[in-house]
């Protein structure tokens, strides 16, 4: 079946303006994560959505960054006023969460975004 | 600050050799221990989950996990020129309250010379 889509896949930006970035789970995943990894690093977690719960947003780096998963399907990550510093790949990942802490995350190919 | 340590390597064996790569942990109650590879420009990919202290066999995969050590390791045998990439250890945070939640450490990266 279809895995984890997410566009664009790459994304080049000012600075300072905003960007949007998708994400498209497994059908029938209910749960839903944004990373970021930056060169030659490993992945920061940003956001989890599980179900109808309230995120967890305990990863976002600045009230610059938001996102919204509409329906319990698709999300969006905004960044608004991007800086240098943003520029790295955001990985989404989705997962069927059966809350025992031990369900596979599959991600998708991810977003390469450059601020100039 | 929960963290997972790895070693960034890269870490090179021979062809057919046994690679070993370690993960250490800070947070006493994770349950769950995942290793995910990533090849270059591409997106990671799980290939061992580890839960009960011992080790855990796949194929050429070997999972260990020392809970009392907080240690984590993977042993690939046999190692293959395709097995190289890097590798991620992630552990579950699972004090965060939400089950689901990975640390991830920086990656091991794996060079197997044929």
């Known amino acids: 079946g279809a895995g984890v889509s997410q566009s664009p896949s790459n994304k080049v930006t000012e600075k300072g303006k905003d960007v949007e970035l998708r994400c498209d789970p497994i059908s029938g995943h209910t749960a839903l994560y944004w990373y970021r990894q930056s060169l030659g690093q490993g992945l920061e977690f940003l956001i989890y959505?599980?179900?109808?719960?309230?995120?967890?947003k305990s990863g976002l780096p600045s009230d610059r960054f938001s996102a919204e998963r509409t329906g319990g399907s698709v999300s969006t990550l905004t960044i608004q006023r991007t800086q240098q510093e943003d520029s790295a790949v955001y990985l989404c990942a989705s997962s069927y969460e059966t809350g025992g802490g031990t369900d596979t995350q599959y991600f998708g190919p991810g977003t390469r975004l450059t601020v100039l | 600050q929960k963290e997972v340590e790895q070693n960034s390597g890269p870490l090179s064996v021979p062809e057919g050799a046994i690679a070993s790569l370690n993960c250490t942990y800070s947070?006493?109650?994770?349950?769950?221990f995942f290793w995910y590879r990533q090849y270059s420009g591409k997106s990671p990919e799980l290939i061992m989950s580890?839960?009960?202290?011992g080790d855990k066999e796949d194929g050429r995969f070997t999972a260990q996990l020392n809970k009392a050590s907080q240690y984590v390791s993977l042993l690939i045998r046999d190692s293959q020129p395709s097995d190289s990439a890097t590798y991620l250890c992630a552990v579950n945070d699972y004090g965060s309250g939400n089950t689901g939640k990975l640390i991830f450490g920086q990656g091991t990266t794996l060079q197997v010379k044929p």
């Open positions: 580890i839960y009960s202290n």
């Open positions: 947070d006493r109650v994770s349950q769950s």
């Open positions: 959505f599980q179900g109808n719960s309230a995120p967890d």
